[in-house]
Structure formats: structure tokens, C-alpha cells
């Protein structure tokens, strides 16, 4: 059997690893032949390390430099693009199919057994793969990269996710398969949640990690919802306690207090170490154009929990009906430092087994095992 994976981040570049590059992984180790596919390379993709990485990739050779090999039947490819899908660059709707023009004929004239998509420009691709099932895995809300993406594109993804190009919809969150569900009430919407790697329960050296008291992490994006101020605010209130944020990019820290620490991009291999040293995990997120209705259990909540940490959150929109009891809430300065406190003592009365039951009940390998019984199905 062999599938296309079309996702976002590379796993040659490494830095966080999304819901796609877990499912690619699982059909490889399932016996499956996985093509994975990232987000295209455009002429001026120059501008940071990730992205000249790629571009050298892309455009610097042959289909043997462009295909890489990850693991065991798991092969990642760097595709161009004429331009990128920024909102800047891809604005007319013209380009909406010439954006994957120059696939491969590898992947091209082919006819996969399953086609997983993530909600994405790399949804683009889709007009020029074959494949016997066609499947979007919608792992977040298209109008929500508004800041990113200009509508012409953002309204093609939403009109893909609700037209006749997939055979079934896998939504991450309740609210995300509702929307499916409006946008095309004949289509199969399925509710398959995010995951975790079991690996955040291992230390990532021989010794055990030593979990600093009064620590509290936040690990992921700068993202336009990523509340930043709310975080100083707090580490001011909080001055025995310490902040630190493992983010790639370079935020503005004029007004952070000395307590709250911007860290540079985290290492998947030194993940397990980061989170393990700290004592709460952090999702201080704020609304960001009607995003956050759709969220119930973002990734970074997964892991927090697996690696032992307590988490405080915002309560917006679904954040509070996905996490429930396993999170503390707080939407101002005040009452988020109070979370922050109430998280690590919360953390502190969980019995050494709570991390692996979590785990054992929201492994990768176990969603993998629902989405290979979803294509068994498709593909009778």
C-alpha cells in the first residue's frame, strides 16, 4: 500500500513535529510506502535557516537530492513552488492552481492508495494526485490564518474541505467537525483528536531530569495568538517564579520582566529534557479572528500533560471543554498567575502512573490505528 502525505513542517529541518508527520510515521511503520510532502519552496525562499535550507533542496538539484529518505519506507520530498503561498505573494485566484504546478512525475502519475491531506496550501496539490481515497485531515480552522494567507487562498481550502475532493474529513476537535459538517452535510466527518509521543515520558539522558521548583514553559509558535503581554504581566506577579519560552523568531522583550526568558527554538531529541525541567506548562493564548472557538486540545497540551507538567491556560473558546479538570484557567493577569500556581501544585498531588495512563490512552499509535481502520474502509 502506498500513501501521500501532504503536510507543513519537514522533518529534515526538525523543530516541532505536527499531527501529519506522526500519522506519515505510523503508516510507514504499518508497512505502508509514505511520500511526505511539506510546505513548497518558492525562488525567495532566502530568508532564514529553515527556509534556505529547503530552497537549497528544491531548487539546488535533481529528484535524488529533492527526495530524501526518513526512515523505513518513509521518504520526504522538497517540492518549488513559483511563488510562496503568503498572503503577499498568492492573492489571485490564477494561481491558486499553478501554486503546485510543478509536482513531480513521481508523485504525479501515480495512483496512491490513500491521499491524507492537512488543511494547508499543500491542499493545492490535490487536482494532480490520483489516489483511490482522498481524505482531509482538518487540523485547524482555514480562516484562521487570515493574518498569513490571503482570502482568494483561504477561501479555496474552505471550499475544497466542504467540496467533493476528499472522501472523508478527519476534524482534530468537536467545534472543527461541526464545521465540516455545515460546509458539506452530506460529506463523512470523522472526530479523530491529536496525539502524543510516548517519548516525553523518558528522560533524554541516562539520568533523570531535575524539574526545577516554581518553573513554568511554554513551547511552540509566536503566533498571532500567543499572548506574550499576558505572560509578562503574570511573571510580574509571579517574580519567585520562572518563565521561559522556547519559540523560534525573535519577539519584542523590551517589557518582559527579567523572570520571563525568551529560549530560541527547541530540538525534538531535547524536547522530552525541556519540558521535564519545568513544573507547569504554559497555552497563554488570546483570541485571534474567531480562531480560538475551534481549539479544544492543542498539541502542546498533549505533551505538557506526558511529560508531568501541570498546565495553566486561558478559557477561551473550546479550551476549556477540551482540557477540563486537566488544565487551570485564568484571562487576566491576576487570575492567570493564580493558575500558574494552582497548575504546579496540581501537578505535585498526581501519582507517577497518571503520565502514562494519559499516555497509553492518547499514543499516536493508537489514533494511527483508527485512521488505518478509516482507510481499510475507504479503500474495500
Not at 63 to 73: A, E, F, K, T
Not at 131 to 134: L, M, Q
Not at 199 to 203: I, K, T
Given at each position: 500500500m502506498r500513501a501521500l502525505v501532504l503536510g507543513t513542517q519537514s522533518f529534515i529541518d526538525g523543530g516541532t513535529k505536527v499531527g501529519s508527520q506522526h500519522l506519515a510515521q505510523a503508516l510507514a511503520a504499518a508497512g505502508w510506502a509514505v511520500d511526505y510532502v511539506p510546505t513548497l519552496s518558492s525562488p525567495i525562499d532566502v530568508v532564514g535557516r529553515e527556509r534556505h535550507a529547503r530552497l537549497c533542496r528544491a531548487w539546488g538539484g535533481g529528484?535524488?537530492?529533492?527526495?530524501?529518505?526518513?526512515?523505513?519506507?518513509l521518504t520526504e520530498w522538497s517540492l518549488q513552488?513559483?511563488?510562496?503561498?503568503?498572503?503577499?505573494?498568492?492573492?489571485?485566484?490564477?494561481?491558486l492552481p499553478a501554486y503546485g504546478q510543478w509536482c513531480p512525475a513521481p508523485l504525479r502519475d501515480v495512483t496512491f492508495d490513500a491521499c491524507i491531506a492537512d488543511v494547508a496550501p499543500n491542499m493545492l496539490l490535490m487536482h494532480q494526485i490520483k489516489?483511490?481515497?482522498?481524505v482531509c485531515r482538518l487540523n485547524d480552522w482555514p480562516q484562521g490564518f487570515a493574518r498569513d494567507l490571503h482570502p482568494v487562498l483561504i477561501n479555496g481550502l474552505e471550499s475544497m474541505v466542504g467540496g467533493p475532493d476528499f472522501d472523508e474529513v478527519w476534524a482534530v476537535?468537536?467545534?472543527?467537525?461541526?464545521?465540516?459538517?455545515?460546509?458539506?452535510?452530506?460529506g463523512e466527518v470523522v472526530h479523530i483528536p491529536n496525539g502524543v509521543e510516548a517519548?516525553?515520558?523518558?528522560?533524554a539522558a541516562q539520568s533523570p531530569v531535575v524539574r526545577q521548583p516554581r518553573s513554568a514553559v511554554y513551547v511552540g509558535g509566536l503566533t498571532a495568538w500567543l499572548d506574550t503581554g499576558l505572560l509578562a504581566q503574570a511573571a510580574r506577579l509571579l517574580p519567585d517564579w520562572t518563565f521561559a519560552v522556547y519559540a523560534p523568531g525573535a519577539p519584542a522583550q523590551r517589557a518582559w520582566p527579567s523572570n520571563l526568558q525568551w529560549r530560541g527554538s527547541v530540538g525534538r531529541a531535547e524536547l522530552p529534557a525541556v519540558l521535564q525541567s519545568h513544573e507547569v506548562?504554559?497555552?497563554?493564548?488570546?483570541?485571534?479572528?474567531?480562531?480560538?472557538?475551534?481549539?479544544e486540545r492543542p498539541l502542546k497540551f498533549y505533551e505538557y500533560i506526558a511529560a508531568g507538567l501541570g498546565v495553566a491556560s486561558t478559557d477561551l473558546g473550546a479550551?476549556?471543554?477540551g482540557m477540563g479538570a486537566l488544565a487551570c484557567y485564568g484571562n487576566d493577569a491576576r487570575t492567570f498567575a493564580d493558575a500558574v500556581v494552582q497548575a504546579g501544585a496540581q501537578a505535585q498531588l498526581r501519582t507517577a502512573s497518571f503520565a502514562e495512563d494519559f499516555v497509553q490512552a492518547h499514543d499516536w499509535n493508537a489514533r494511527a490505528e483508527t485512521m488505518l481502520t478509516r482507510l481499510e474502509m475507504l479503500l474495500v
Open positions: 529528484l535524488r537530492r529533492r527526495s530524501v529518505r526518513i526512515s523505513q519506507g513552488s513559483p511563488f510562496p503561498a503568503h498572503r503577499f505573494f498568492l492573492r489571485w485566484s490564477w494561481q489516489a483511490r481515497a482522498k476537535s468537536g467545534p472543527l467537525a461541526e464545521y465540516a459538517r455545515a460546509l458539506h452535510p452530506q517519548r516525553l515520558l523518558m528522560p506548562g504554559l497555552i497563554p493564548f488570546r483570541e485571534a479572528d474567531g480562531r480560538m472557538r475551534y481549539v479550551l476549556r471543554h
